[in-house]
Nanobody, 122 residues
Framework: QVQLVESGGGLVQPGGSLRLSCGTS????????IGWFRQAPGKEREGVSC????????YYAESVKGRFTISRDNAGNTVYLEMTSLKAEDTAVYYC???????????????WGRGTRVTVSS
């Protein structure tokens, strides 16, 4: 059984930075991707970024390009989302998820974490 656990959320001022972590357990296929999604209050969940495990290729939503960086540790068990130049509109619950890349892109991963809350406010 695959499990995903997010951590690192919190309160940060506009312009600040946070690093989210997604710890994984269980067998995740090398052909899969791990992605970050977010859901802001009153809005639909949206994809933020993902990384394909087989080759490390990364993908970003336009709204976070140049500000967020996704990476993974050498063992491949933890995926990070480094967030810089944070804006109020980045406020959301952030979820990590895994599944085939096509499923990540479609917003329908196989496994989800429970989320970590990020609040950007002065």
């Amino acid at each position: 059984q695959v499990q995903l656990v997010e951590s690192g959320g919190g309160l940060v001022q506009p312009g600040g930075s946070l690093r989210l972590s997604c710890g994984t357990s269980g067998v995740i296929l090398d052909s899969y991707a791990i992605g970050w999604f977010r859901q802001a209050p009153g809005k639909e969940r949206e994809g933020v970024s993902c990384i394909r495990l087989s080759d490390g290729n990364t993908y970003y939503a336009e709204s976070v390009k140049g500000r967020f960086t996704i990476s993974r540790d050498n063992a491949g068990n933890t995926v990070y989302l480094e967030m810089t130049s944070l804006k109020a509109e980045d406020t959301a619950v952030y979820y990590c998820a895994t599944g085939p890349l096509s499923a990540i892109v479609a917003g329908s991963p196989e496994y989800w974490g429970r989320g970590t809350r990020v609040t950007v406010s002065s």
